[in-house]
């Protein structure tokens, strides 16, 4: 029985466009293997992967959105390879396109409102063919995406035999709460009289203030978030203030396994016996070969998204300032965004060459490789609701800069704070005078103190970051909202790729499947994959000032993590 279900736009690595996926992507895999069979469930995109795996059909059946009927499928994936219960639902003409939230050329979908209402009414309809017994025993939603769920479960009689089950609401993004005007509210289930002001905020339609009034607890993804909602979250600081009592923060974790310098099959000199420093050296002789940098000066890169909401608009003008006063320092991009940022970062790769460098794409492999092979990471991020990518960095010893907001105050303590617990350096203030004075500190550190260095990156690798620790804090919040959530006393029984498990859910409508799920897959050939063979390297990237070969994107989950080596440091991956 699945005890915990989450509900979700996104996950790791079906359909991925930020930390949303990687959290929704985690979180069930680990609960799983502490004995709490955990799914999830997202839209059933036209994306690659998604495409690229088996996918038996579960249930089928149709909903009512605005006097139209959309037929769709629930179908889980054939193997669970994963490590847990993925599901899809298929709804043909909503979710069937190539994008997840906007279309090829970047515009947003015009009908948005419509798919995750549809998606969500899907789900709700799904859960209502299980025998009560058989019922999740928390639905967990994440985002606006999902966030009408808790609304629609106690207040449209559709779905209120689900009112029991309690519901968990997460914030991952404050700044997207999914508004939209009373003219689509035609778009909702039938729902009680009563229930229109839970809906309302300001005179319009707000999920997330309905799901922060209706849900039986609220997370979000940091302590520090938590608070900064509080003081500013688009209008809702008063409802935040409101429901105090069953909000908490909780920090994400990181997949250790996929995150492993020991094992990581996506950078080309992996960690061996703890020797940082070598470690260190020949990934970052690596980048230094590939975008032109000398080796004696500290590699200080950025990867992310190019919006304005990770701070990325303040970069070229401290880059620009911190090269032009001659202090010797690179500096290396990679991500995708605004055009405005992108055109910058393109003309300083010609304008800069030996000192900086960018890469304007998406690519897992890249990113992985920068992370082994940098001396600093830099985030100068407006909002940043938990980060993860200060955690890869420190887990592959790249020294984190931060800005000191959201879960980057939280997991990133300066150096320079008592208590000799630092962990990378951070800037208050969102001003080029303050990010190129954390900068100052960081090369100077780099090049005059390199014992620290050295000490400091042993330090951060050690750190515990680990998936285990979060899913105790999220037990506990499931269980004061009186979930029945616990361990089976058996340990979970392995899931093998050529036999998938048993569909959660009879079919109770005529679109079921009418094999069971384990001949389905028997039939299916098992997908392959292509593995890098022992020591074979991913080729060079392809970059702004120097066309070279691109990397293959490469998918992690695709690939079965190697075993951990057994070092003092790999004590945190081996929890279980």
């Not at 549809?118 to 025998?131: K, M, Y």
């Not at 939209?180 to 999920?207: K, V």
């Not at 990237?541 to 003092?568: D, L």
Request: charged share 20%; proline share 8%; with cysteine.
């Amino acid at each position: 029985m699945i005890q915990v279900l989450h509900i979700s736009a996104e996950c790791y690595p079906a359909a991925k466009t930020g930390g949303l996926a990687d959290v929704v992507g985690s979180l069930p895999k680990y609960f799983t293997n502490a004995g709490m069979l955990s799914a999830a469930i997202i839209p059933k995109y036209a994306l690659k992967w998604i495409h690229g795996r088996e996918w038996v059909t579960v249930y089928g059946g149709s909903v009512w959105v605005n006097w139209r009927q959309w037929r769709f499928t629930v179908q889980q994936e054939a193997g669970n390879s994963l490590g847990y219960p993925l599901f899809v639902v298929d709804i043909p003409g909503l979710f069937d396109r190539p994008g997840i939230y906007n279309d090829a050329s970047g515009a947003p979908y015009g009908d948005e409102i419509e798919r995750y209402i549809t998606f969500q009414q899907a789900v709700l309809d799904w859960l209502l063919s299980f025998p009560w017994q058989e019922r999740p025993r928390v639905l967990h939603c994440h985002d606006h995406h999902t966030a009408l769920i808790p609304w629609m479960v106690k207040h449209c009689p559709a779905y209120q035999q689900l009112a029991p089950i309690p519901t968990v609401f997460t914030i991952h993004n404050g700044q997207y709460q999914g508004a939209f005007g009373w003219n689509n509210g035609n778009l909702l289930p039938p729902y009680e009289a009563g229930a229109r002001n839970l809906l309302d905020w300001n005179g319009i339609i707000n999920p997330m203030a309905a799901a922060v009034k209706t849900a039986w607890a609220v997370t979000t993804v940091s302590e520090s978030y938590l608070y900064e909602l509080h003081q500013n979250s688009l209008g809702l600081e008063t409802l935040f203030h409101q429901e105090w009592r069953k909000e908490y923060g909780i920090i994400n974790g990181i997949d250790v396994h996929v995150w492993d310098p020991e094992t990581d099959p996506m950078i080309h000199h992996r960690l061996e016996d703890d020797h940082i420093q070598a470690f260190k050296s020949k990934n970052k002789r690596v980048l230094c070969e590939w975008f032109g940098f000398p080796e004696d000066a500290p590699l200080i890169s950025f990867i992310g998204r190019l919006v304005g909401e990770k701070g990325v608009d303040l970069l070229p003008d401290t880059y620009r300032r911190f090269i032009h006063s001659g202090t010797r320092a690179c500096f290396l991009v990679l991500g995708t965004g605004e055009p405005w940022t992108q055109n910058q970062f393109r003309t300083m790769a010609h304008q800069y060459p030996g000192r900086f460098n960018a890469v304007i794409d998406y690519n897992e492999a890249l990113s992985h490789q920068i992370y082994a092979g940098s001396d600093f990471l830099i985030m100068p991020s407006r909002v940043e609701p938990c980060g993860l990518n200060q955690m890869y960095a420190m887990r592959y010893g790249a020294i984190p800069i931060v800005r000191s907001i959201g879960g980057l105050k939280d997991t990133v303590p300066d150096i320079g704070e008592p208590g000799g617990n630092g962990r990378g350096i951070r800037f208050d203030h969102f001003s080029v005078e303050d990010a190129s004075s954390a900068l100052y500190r960081a090369v100077s550190m780099w090049h005059n103190e390199p014992g620290i260095v050295a000490f400091l990156r042993q330090r951060i690798m050690e750190v515990d970051f680990s998936w285990e620790k979060t899913i105790e804090k999220y037990v506990a919040v499931y269980r004061r909202v009186g979930a029945t959530v616990e361990p089976d006393k058996a340990p979970p029984p392995e899931i093998k790729e050529e036999a998938p498990a048993k569909p959660v859910a009879k079919a109770a409508k005529p679109v079921a499947a009418e094999e069971p799920a384990k001949k389905v897959a028997a039939a299916s050939p098992k997908p392959k994959v292509k593995k890098l063979a022992p020591g074979e390297k991913p080729p060079a990237p392809e970059t702004a000032a120097k066309p070279t070969k691109r990397i293959e994107k490469q998918s992690v989950s695709e690939e079965k993590p190697p075993a951990a080596a057994k070092t003092k440091r790999k004590a945190t991956a081996k929890k279980k």
